[in-house]
């Protein structure tokens, strides 16, 4: 379903170190910024950071903000792309694990796709969750008492996953569709709070 609402004013964090899946980030971030979204890229260290393409070296990206500097109550959502280096390293930073706490208590959408849920499992998030990822994961998102399901996109509340390139359109269908669904709430929100004779 095409997102006629756009998504400006958004802002959204996509958590990468050195080794992600190159297109699992670009995909997302081409989405994102092409429906009025600000995407910022937050890593372990300022400066680059290294994409793959599967275990090929691909492009470097420049990082926006380390997580000493980002803060998560200035974003609406975050992203979590897969590669298997970039998904080990980040799921044991201590500050990645936080962030993405802070935005599950936030009930703010975390949208992860391939080996990008190690972080979620390593941050204690995943009990009694729904998700897909990668194939191999299937066996750690259970041990931490997730559901894991093989399907291209699934949805559960806040959470949105996808198990591997592949699957990036219907990804970011979804992560534009439930973005789009925040920005109709505050819409309607600021639009009854102006309306004369409501009372919060």
Same mark, same amino acid.
């Given at each position: 379903?095409?997102?006629?609402?756009?998504l400006?004013?958004l802002?959204?964090?996509i958590l990468?170190?050195?080794?992600?899946?190159?297109s699992?980030?670009?995909g997302?971030?081409?989405?994102?910024?092409q429906a009025g979204?600000?995407?910022?890229?937050v890593s372990?260290?300022?400066?680059t950071v290294? !994409?793959?393409?599967?275990v090929d070296?691909?492009?470097t990206?420049?990082?926006d903000?380390?997580?000493d500097?980002?803060? $998560?109550?200035d974003?609406d959502?975050?992203?979590l $792309?897969?590669g298997?280096v970039?998904?080990d390293?980040i799921?044991i930073a201590?500050?990645a694990?936080q962030?993405v706490?802070?935005?599950q208590?936030?009930?703010k959408?975390?949208a992860?796709?391939?080996?990008g849920a190690w972080?979620?499992?390593?941050?204690?998030?995943v009990q !009694?969750?729904t998700?897909?990822s990668? $194939?191999t994961?299937?066996d750690?998102?259970r041990?931490?008492?997730?559901?894991w399901?093989?399907?291209?996109?699934a949805?559960d509340?806040?959470?949105?996953?996808?198990?591997?390139p592949?699957?990036?359109p219907a990804?970011?269908?979804?992560l534009?569709?439930?973005?789009?669904?925040r920005?109709?709430?505050?819409?309607? !929100?600021t639009?009854d709070e102006?309306? $004369?004779?409501?009372?919060?």
């Open positions: 379903m095409e997102n006629t609402q756009g400006e004013g802002r959204v964090a990468v170190t050195d080794g992600f899946e190159q699992e980030f670009t997302p971030r081409d989405a994102l910024q979204a600000s995407v910022t890229v372990t260290h300022l400066g290294q !994409g793959v393409k599967h070296k691909a492009d990206f420049d990082v903000l380390s997580f500097d980002a803060d $998560p109550e974003f959502a975050v992203v $792309p897969g298997v970039n998904a390293q799921r201590p500050q694990q962030f706490r802070s935005m208590d936030a009930g959408t975390i992860v796709i391939c080996h972080l979620l499992v390593s941050a204690g998030l !009694g969750r998700l897909t990668w $194939p994961l299937q750690d998102i041990n931490a008492g997730g559901h399901v093989n399907q291209q996109v949805v509340g806040n959470w949105i996953s996808s198990r591997r592949g699957d990036i990804f970011n269908e979804k534009i569709e439930k973005l789009g669904e920005v109709s709430v505050s819409v309607r !929100g639009a102006q309306r $004369p004779g409501l009372s919060s």
